[in-house]
């Protein structure tokens, strides 16, 4: 409603509250700038998304793998509320920490935002443009994080993947750095 009258009527091609509430802010700057309400949902119907952002990437056994380039609590978090939405079984996330600083710093909120998952697998610190930090540790956060499995490589990541995944699972790979690379791994 915009003005005591329906503005438009979309469907969003993207999953997630987070992108609801994107599109109904963008629906009441589009009406308050005087675009047409049709012209606004052309609009919408014709976003698909981008790569990385709960990009569908295969069936696998029977589950789901999507990959997400969610790196911080937040982004993680949404990311999760909207996987426990799509699936009826379980949700696996392969998360790959981006950058010793970051993971430093928000350790307990990625624990906690990590949590929201069944079965966290937590990859080695993608290090990105840092030198390793005395104390901090994929290992650590693993520790942190309510059921979480520590993985040593992105190769043993998929080992577990493989080993825990059932059919109607929604697995998620989940990070900026080359977690991505799970998803191919698995046979």
């Not at 915009?2 to 802010?25: E, F, Q, S, W």
């Not at 919408?44 to 056994?61: I, L, M, N």
């Amino acid at each position: 409603m915009a003005g005591g009258a329906a503005y438009a009527d979309i469907a969003l091609k993207v999953p997630g509250r987070h992108n609801l509430m994107n599109a109904l802010a963008v629906a009441a700057v589009a009406w308050h700038l005087g675009l047409r309400g049709e012209v606004f949902a052309r609009g919408v119907a014709s976003y698909t998304g981008v790569g990385r952002r709960f990009e569908f990437k295969k069936k696998w056994r029977e589950a789901e793998l999507f990959d997400d380039y969610a790196h911080h609590p937040a982004e993680i978090r949404a990311t999760l509320e909207t996987a426990r939405d799509m699936t009826e079984g379980r949700v696996i996330c392969v998360f790959q920490p981006h950058t010793y600083s970051r993971t430093a710093g928000l350790m307990d909120d990625f624990a906690e935002a990590l949590s929201l998952c069944d079965v966290p697998v937590i990859c080695p610190i993608f290090a990105a443009r840092e030198q390793p930090m005395s104390g901090v540790s994929a290992e650590t956060l693993a520790q942190k994080t309510e059921g979480g499995v520590y993985a040593e490589s992105l190769e043993a990541a998929a080992r577990t993947v493989e080993r825990v995944a059932r059919p109607r699972d929604l697995i998620l790979t989940m990070g900026a750095g080359d977690v991505w690379k799970v998803g191919d791994m698995l046979r």
